[in-house]
């Protein structure tokens, strides 16, 4: 089985070319051609467009079964009382994501 990927972002300095969606149907077509019946499809995110989605389409056409779990914008009142009277905030995200 080739090499599932690790990581993928739509800025990556190593293959410009590369998007998202290409790694996300590259990811779809492995599970689909290397096992015996294509498993179903669960995906989570916080939003998708229209158009974003037609990227995927075609590989969501074959998966057996397609579930999409969609975020919502948070409720901005909630937001500021979690997030007031944390002043190391952004030390601990940028400790969070400094390894990846």
């Known amino acids: 089985m080739t090499q599932l990927p690790d990581f993928a972002t739509n800025y990556a300095t ?5 998007t998202v969606a290409d790694k996300v149907n590259e990811l779809f077509c492995l599970f689909r051609e290397n096992r015996v019946t294509a498993p179903p499809i669960a995906i989570a995110t916080a939003y998708i467009n229209p158009a974003g989605f037609a990227l995927l389409a075609d590989e ?41």
């Open 14 to 18: 190593s293959d410009p070319q590369t």
């Open 60 to 100: 969501l056409e074959t998966a057996p079964r397609v579930r999409l779990l969609l975020g919502a914008e948070p409720d901005e009142d909630s937001v500021r009382a979690i997030t007031s009277g944390d002043a190391d905030q952004d030390a601990r995200r940028d400790a969070a994501i400094a390894d990846h």
